[in-house]
């Protein structure tokens, strides 16, 4: 079984930053993708970030240029650097795990607001 638990969320102003750290327990994090998804207010979650195991990364089309996903395999922990925030990234934004033929990972969330 894997926990995975958030931190780093909060109130930041227009064009601010924010870093995400999401740990794992658990020995299988460094066979896990690792993926960071938000979910707005009335609006449906969204994938903002992923990377696999093998260090690939892709980034949703809206947080290209201004979000790192990274991994360190020795900390068990996967962040999400943010940079240039805006109000319309305002969202709980949710760490995620997943490896082929089980079910994903998911953890309680983290709140970002972006507002002046």
């Not at 795990?97 to 970002?112: D, F, I």
Request: hydrophobic share 30%; charged share 15%; glycine share 12%.
């Amino acid at each position: 079984q894997v926990q995975l638990v958030e931190s780093g969320g909060g109130l930041v102003q227009p064009g601010g930053s924010l870093r995400l750290s999401c740990a794992a327990s658990g020995s299988i994090f460094s066979i896990l993708a690792m993926g960071w998804y938000r979910q707005a207010p009335g609006k449906q979650r969204e994938l903002v970030a992923r990377a696999t195991s093998g260090g690939s990364t892709n980034y949703a089309d809206s947080v290209k240029g201004r979000f790192t996903i990274s991994r360190d395999n020795t900390k068990n922990t996967v962040y999400l650097q943010m940079n240039s925030l805006k109000p319309e990234d305002t969202a709980i934004y949710y760490c995620h795990g997943s490896r082929p033929g089980a079910l994903p990972y998911w953890g309680q969330g983290t709140q970002v607001t972006v507002s002046s």
